[in-house]
Structures are given as structure tokens and as C-alpha cells.
């Protein structure tokens, strides 16, 4: 809203005020969000000649631009305060009073927003890139809500490598430590809970709703960056479909709404129009080209960790299977796979060998169908009227452990499996899951293992470019062999009179270790510390070897820890 010039003559009778306008910037550091707006007068603007101009009323904000609430707005704002708003027309400044109706309306709505707290958390992240040491901690305030059974959902990255957790409830100036139940990464949330019983004093759990429809209002609250007090912002359902979540590295059902989500709303409730929870806010698109696209965590994948971890006592994720597939959609590829005119379904491309399908099915089988319903060309399968979906939906309603029936099309014979389905492995995990990573240190040479965070940690934010074209192949597209199957790198080479000409080796995977190949981390280290032959002889990628005499490079050793202030020459996990 920049300077406007009033046109001389007559003064209008019903100024009416400009609406608040969010701008969806790419850095997140840079997104500026308003939890409580009040209505200002309209600034800036000429009067005709010959009057004084009046003076301009101070802010105490730097934007250049003057803020105002849209009815819309007002509304939400109205809702913070408990009350159901009406507006009235206000005859000569162009603007509508909100009066309280309905105490039943008020009634409903108090202990829905008194669940709402606001999360604190220290963290102490690992150091991928010195395996023995952690970042410094850092701290962060993030959302959370009152469930049942005396317990608080919030998200899992705002929890992540968590050294304290407090609570705050709405209103209140106490801090209450919480206790972290569990975590869950591919689904981005955590569980946490109050042993003080002062915290439950006067809380009311929130309650479930059923998974919305399109252009189904939705209000989210929470504790966002650019203020102190509870925040509420309105919008509704645009879109319904299987989500990337970013944290978890997964895919799973997910809500699209227009309502402003910021940092600091993570793990704030999404309430419908009755006040009942549908939903956890939890990541945002920020792009130059996309404007209050916020996502939200739907009902069904909220039940689903409850439920997990109400029946086995700990989080044992989502099942998915493991396995790649193609679409049937062109009809010479369905013929020449001997489909009939009626049948639909996807081609299987290759299967984990360490998954429990592999045992069952095969490469070029035609999945028709998952316990019961039918998957079309695309690899959709019907959801609600009118709405189609992933057939992944189906296998992320089910649990780790449970049993599913699939029919396939094999050499033109339908057969049907039931198989026991589990969560995926990668080779290069996308979490550590809380686990410090791991490490073993020989005559100065780095050995870790290749995960998402590591690479994170080597190439920074962009390490889908920056990192080596051969890791980004295993990461995007190998399969483990077996079932304790990890890359193993040289991390770096600290230098010592022992490992002269070998100072430029980095992030190289290492793939045998005279002449026995290198499953895992642990196997190397074993390997290594029982080694009795003259020479240590590591094979690494791109055809490079690496020749120590093996006394020298374990007596070499204990000076190179010392020179670098390093406890062990392993991690706790590979000495057991």
C-alpha cells in the first residue's frame, strides 16, 4: 500500500481501509509475520492545499507500508478471543463491529485455544563432519496441543536432537518440563507429556474431526514468529493428496490450505469450522511464484501414530512397499504384457531384495490390486467421491507387521500373495533417528557411514548438487543387498607423517578391505583391529588403493587422537 493521492473536492463518505497483504518471500529467515494486528488509521495520504497536513501516527514496526485487517481477518482475530463474531455495518468510517454471539458458540471454542501451547526447545545437533564432538545447542519455540491420555503432539523437527523440552501453556508465565514419549520422523511428529500436574489444571484435550473436503474452512493457531501472544490465521482446504514431507523424506496424505503458516506454527492444531482438530500445521512452500501455500498434517495420519504407539509402546513408522513401478498407461505396453482390455494395474520395475515382497513378487509382474481394490493404469485407486489417489495411500493406512493380500498378473495368470509388509531401508538413511552418527579413526584416516545428514553437513542445503555424482547415485537409486548393508566413506584423512600423499582423499566410498568386501562400518572395523597381515589394504572407489604397514598405523594412532583432542578412535556403537 504505497502513498495514494486524494483527488480534490469533496472528502468521500466511507473511506474504506485497504486489506493486510502477506508476501510469500523464499528465505524463511526473512518471512515476517503479524499474531496480533491491530486496526490503524489509514497514513500517508495528501489533503488538499491550503490546510495543514495532519500528523502521521507512529509504529513502532519498521515495514514501510501501514497495516490493516481485512474482515476476514477481524474474524479470525474475533476467534482468538473466544467469540463468534457478526459483523455490523458502522455508518462513516467504512468498517464492520464485531460483536460476541452465541454463548454456546463461546463455550465450544474456550477450551480448543486454551490446548494450544507454546513449545521451547534446546537442541544439540551431532557433528556429521567430526563424528566425536556435537554443535553448539541452539534453541527454538515452536507450537504443540493437548491431547488425551495427559499428552501434547507437536512436530518432530521441532524436537529434533532435543536436550530440554518446556511447555507454556496460554496465559500462563510457567515454563513445565516435558518428556518426549516419541518421535516420529516420516510423519513429522513427536508426542510429549507433563509429569507436573499443575500443567493439566484447567486444560480440556482437543478433539479429532474427520478428514475435511475442498473449500472446507480451516483456522490455524499457534505461536509464529513476529509476536508472543497465540496467533490465528484462516483459510480453507485446497487441495487433498499423498504429500512429500520434507522431514521425513516421505510421502504420505497431506492437506493443502491458504492459510499463513510461518515458523514457529509447527505443530499447531488446524481446527474445522466445529472446533475440532483436522489437522497439525508443519512445513510451507516459500516461492517466488507461490503465495500462502501451507500444508497441514491430516487426521488420519495423526490416528495412526497414536494408534501405533498405544499398541506397541514406541513408534514403529508407516509400511510402505518396496519397490519401484511403471504405469500401464500407454495400450501397447498393456497387450504386449498380456493385459485383457479390462484389467488395469502397474508394472513392477524392481523389488528391495531385503524386503518381505521380494520373496513373492518379481520384476514385470502387473500389481492389479491391494487387499481388495483395484489400482488403475496410473497407479491410482478410488478415495472419495469424485477423488482419486495414490495406491500408496492404501499401504500407509496399515501397520508395521500387518498382512496384506496383493493379486499380480504374471505370464498372463492372476496370483495372489499375502505378504507382511515392513518400513523401508535405504542405503543412505534420510534420518539417524537420534542416534550419533558413526565413526572408527586408523593412522589418521576418517572412516563414517553416508547419510542425508552427513551430506547436509559436507555440502550444505544444496547437497543434491554439490555432492558427488556417485553418492547422489546411491542415494537416489541403489538398493541394499542385505539387511546391515551401509556406505562406508573415508570422511577426511588428518594428516600425519603416516598418511603423507594420501591428505586429498574425501567422502570416498571404500569398497574392500584386502581383498574381503566392506558391508558396514562395524565390519571394517573389526576387520581392521584383528588385521595380523603385514599391510593394511583398502580398496575405494574409482579404482584408488590405500597401502599402510599395519604396526606403524595403529601405533600411529594414539598420537593423532591426542594431537586432535579425540576421545576414541571409534563410536560407542562399534566397541560393543
Known sequence: MGKTNRKRGRKPKDPVPDTLDYQMIADMDEVFSVSSVELIEPSNKRRPRGRPPKKTPQRSDTHEKPLFISSARRASHAAENFDFVVSVSVPGDGLSAEQPAGMEEVARLVPAMDAVVKVFCVHTEPNFSLPWQRKRQYSSSSSGFVISGRRVLTNAHSVEHYTQVKLKKRGSDVKYLATVLA?????????????????????????FGDLPTLQDAVTVVGYPIGGDTISVTSGVVSRIEILSYVHGSTELLGLQIDAAINSG????????EKGNCVGIAFQSLKHEDAENIGYVIPTPVIKHFIQDYEKNGAYTGFPILCLEWQKMENPDLRMAMGMKPDQKGVRVRRIDPTAPESKALKPSDIILSFDGVNIANDGTVPFRHGERIGF???????????????TVLRDSKMLKFHIKLAT??????????????SYYIIAGFVFSTVSVPYLRSEYGKDYEYE????????????????????LVVVSQVLVADINIGYEDIVNTQVLAFNGKPVKNLKSLAVMVESCEEEFLEFDLEYQQIVVLRTKTAKAATLDILTTHCIPSKMSDDLKT
Not at 513429522?188 to 484447567?202: C, N, R
Not at 506454527?265 to 474445522?272: D, E, L, Q, T, Y
Not at 555424482?469 to 541403489?478: A, C, E, G, N, Q
Request: with cysteine.
Open 265 to 272: 506454527n509447527s505443530g499447531g492444531p488446524a481446527f474445522n
Open 183 to 207: 518421535i516420529g520422523t516420516e510423519c513429522d511428529i513427536a508426542m510429549l507429556t507433563v509429569h507436573d500436574d499443575g500443567f493439566w489444571e484447567g486444560v480440556s484435550p482437543v478433539e
Open 392 to 406: 500408496s495411500y492404501l499401504v500407509s493406512q496399515k501397520y508395521t507387521g500387518d498382512d496384506a493380500t496383493i
Open 467 to 486: 555432492a558427488p555424482v556417485k553418492l547422489l547415485d546411491k542415494l537416489l537409486h541403489s538398493m541394499p543387498q542385505s539387511k546391515d548393508e551401509q
Open 424 to 437: 523401508h531401508r535405504r542405503i543412505i538413511p534420510a534420518h539417524n533417528k537420534g542416534k550419533p552418527p
